[in-house]
């Protein structure tokens, strides 16, 4: 439906020139959205500063709280890095909860913690990506619809995860594994510096090299892109690899968090990431999305959810405030693609 | 070219090496394999072989700790005896699914089921459907809204936890009436959650307290933590908290550390193994936990086999097994949790 490629009526119909302010320039549309995002943001910490002035408006509290917050949105920032590249590329990745699960599972075992933390992490990863590697290789060459593909998955996934660990929940001991969660460098966790140097990768992934270029290129037309020279499969199939990747780190997270591997963890995953990607101002038809946007995604939800616990209210309301907030971020962004031709036209003249 | 296939050599050995190594990365035995289940063995009244019974046995899917130590136990108590065959069936994911294999069970015609409903009320059509086929029902822990709909119930007191857990704060801190007290229940939309809670805050009233911050999590590990760390968060500083649940105590306890508070004590529940082990040694601040054991499948099991029989339980007068036993909620603590250990059950 709503794409990049605008219709060619419009671009007749909207002025060419660059001298324009910056609210109406069309490249400066990410940014806009972005700072919207961060005035949201911004607008939780005020209303913050009101309930819990006691939080909020002492320089140690704030950080403490801002650290937790943190905390909370790095596994689930973690997955919606690799989500934000696969919907940008036109996909969808259901699976990702249940990955995160298996791969808690895998690298939790008795078996695997016997051999030691570097082999705990290798299995997290190896089992993400190879989880990953089989939706790709089901989507790109299976030609299955994504939604399809990993529907299967995230129903498999966590029914192998449950297999392994017999429903129980695997304790871990390491101190290292531990450690991630715990320990901290200038009063930051390992696990939050994990998050942001997964964001940075991320980012210039998707937008300094050949390999971003690509993923925007096929989402946006795969035709077009295939008759570019583009290997859409490889391609596609490497999205889904990356995406499983990101599970397993955020599994390794979630381990060090909960000091246990379980089949339960990562419930819901799917739909957190997806709905921060799209608040982030990610096209769910793809061709369009930010890691930044995304990040803020991630942030505002897990900073919703601390301000309704540290004031004590119920989290019922909250997820109606989710709702929302949904809704309205893409109510906004159909209004930047031009959804709403009347409105356009006013603006014009 | 022999290069490039030298390469491909390398990455398939390094990949068939890592493949070997996941696979085998699977196993989780462990070499001091005690038995993790409670069973009862050597009750000579109840344990004399009598006429060979079939009894069937439908709970939920084992998605955390406390339900598959239901299952486990249940069959580890069935295998004890010699005049038992255990017909156990997969409850699937819900009501309905579970409704749709007890049919199948009923058809079966079973000489007693042991069933623990996905949902009470839901179930109790079919509770009833099966004794009306002259099976004998034992209704294990959610209990039918109609009790006509099985022949013995048998279950844990969610209030009765909640009392237990508010005595213990209680009387730790009494006289302190500005204490503030902090509560992680589990599924807050649940009637056992309610009831949990209810007994808990009644108890504490009896004492002048009262929860200042209650966050639910899910009952896993996971939803533990989140709601422990943002708690933790609202509250600066603290003297109690009751986590309802000993599946997610395990996330609970992680974000403790994490966040370095040791100013308060916690309170458990259910009565993992795991818990019990940490009130043993004293490395946390969990210093107690208030029972809802999954022992009682096992005890079911044994009414069953006693019902189908037609025998009553042995140290009691009556001829036939009581309608209805409600376990109690123990408090551990370290004074006695030598004797609960081999009751604890694997998280």
């Known amino acids: 439906m709503s794409t990049t490629i605008e219709p060619p ?37 005020i209303i913050g500063m009101f309930t819990r002035p006691d939080i909020f408006l002492s320089g140690s509290g704030l950080w403490q709280n801002e650290v937790v917050v943190l905390s909370q949105a790095s596994s689930i920032g973690v997955i919606t890095v690799g989500m934000t590249f696969v919907i940008i590329a036109g996909g969808i990745d259901l699976s990702v909860g249940a990955i995160l699960a298996l791969a808690s599972v895998w690298c939790t075992t008795v078996a695997t913690q016997s051999y030691g933390p570097a082999v705990m992490v290798f299995a997290a990863l ?52 531990r450690s991630l969660a715990s320990d901290k460098i200038l009063g930051v966790p390992y696990i939050v510096l994990i998050f942001l140097v997964v964001t940075a990768l991320g980012w210039v992934l998707l937008n300094r090299t050949t390999f971003g270029r690509r993923t925007v290129a096929i989402g946006g037309n795969p035709e077009a892109s295939r008759l570019a020279g583009i290997n859409v499969r490889l391609q596609t199939m490497l999205l889904y690899v990356l995406s499983g990747l990101c599970c397993g780190i955020a599994a390794i997270m979630v381990v060090s968090q909960t000091w246990s591997g379980s089949n339960t963890n990562g419930e819901g995953y799917e739909l957190s990431a997806i709905a921060a990607a799209i608040i982030g101002g990610t096209l769910l038809t793809g061709g369009r999305g930010t890691i930044v946007g995304s990040l803020l995604g991630v942030l505002i939800f897990s900073q919703i959810t601390n301000l309704f616990i540290v004031n004590g209210l119920p989290l019922d309301i909250q997820r109606v405030i989710n709702g929302g907030i949904i809704v309205v971020a893409v109510l906004v962004q159909q209004f930047r693609v031009g959804s709403f031709p009347f409105l356009k036209r006013t603006a014009a003249k | ?164 857990a508010g ?73 109690a908290v009751w986590n309802h649940d000993d599946d997610q105590g395990v996330g609970v306890l992680a974000a403790i550390q994490q966040a370095g508070r040791k100013e308060f004590f916690l309170v458990g529940g259910a009565g993992s193994r795991d818990a019990m082990d940490h009130i043993k040694s004293g490395d946390t601040v969990l210093t107690a936990t208030v029972t809802y054991p999954p022992s009682m499948a096992s005890s079911a099991i044994i009414l069953a086999r006693l019902a189908a029989q037609g025998k009553g339980m042995g140290d009691l007068v009556e001829l036939q097994v009581p309608k209805m036993i409600v376990l109690q909620s123990e408090t551990i603590t370290k004074d006695n949790v030598d004797k609960y250990l081999p009751l604890g059950f694997k998280s």
């Open chain 2, 167 to 239: 005595h213990y704060v209680g009387e730790k801190l009494k006289g302190k009436t500005d204490a503030v007290i902090g509560e992680i229940p589990g599924i807050d939309d649940l009637q056992l959650t309610k009831d949990r809670s209810k007994g808990f805050a009644d108890t504490l009233k009896g004492y002048g307290l009262s929860v200042k911050h209650r966050v639910a999590a899910g009952f896993t590990v996971q939803s533990g933590q989140a709601a422990a760390a943002n708690l933790l968060q609202a509250a600066p500083k603290l003297d």
């Open chain 2, 1 to 164: 070219m022999s290069d490039m296939s030298r390469r491909r050599l390398l990455l398939g050995g390094a990949a068939l090496g890592a493949g070997a190594l996941l696979a085998g990365c699977t196993s989780n035995d462990t070499k001091d394999s005690e038995p993790q289940t409670n069973t009862k063995a050597g009750n000579a009244a109840s344990e004399a072989p009598g006429k060979p019974v079939t009894i069937g046995f439908s709970a939920p899917a084992a998605d955390h700790g406390w339900i598959g130590a239901i299952t486990a136990n249940a069959k580890a108590q069935a295998a004890k005896f010699s005049d038992v065959t255990l017909k156990a069936v997969d409850a699937g994911k819900d009501a309905p699914a579970q409704i749709a294999a007890l049919e199948t069970l009923i058809a079966s015609k079973p000489d007693a089921i042991v069933l623990l409903p996905q949902d009470g009320a839901q179930l109790t059509t079919v509770g009833k459907k099966a004794m009306d086929a002259g099976i004998i029902v034992i209704n294990l822990d959610r209990e039918f809204s109609d009790a006509a709909a099985s022949f013995c119930l048998i279950k844990g007191d969610n209030y009765g936890m909640g009392v237990a």
């Open chain 1, 126 to 177: 190896a089992v993400g990506a190879l989880a990953g590697l089989v939706n790709g290789v089901l989507i790109a060459y299976g030609r299955l619809v994504a939604f399809i593909a990993t529907l299967a998955m995230m129903v498999s996934a966590r029914g192998l995860a449950q297999n392994i660990s017999q429903s129980h929940t695997q304790i871990t001991n390491d101190p290292f594994i």
């Open chain 1, 9 to 45: 009526v419009d671009v007749h119909d909207r002025p060419r020139v660059t001298a324009q302010g910056f609210w109406q320039r069309e490249g400066s549309d990410h940014a806009k959205r972005n700072l919207a995002l961060i005035g949201v943001l911004l607008l939780l910490l």
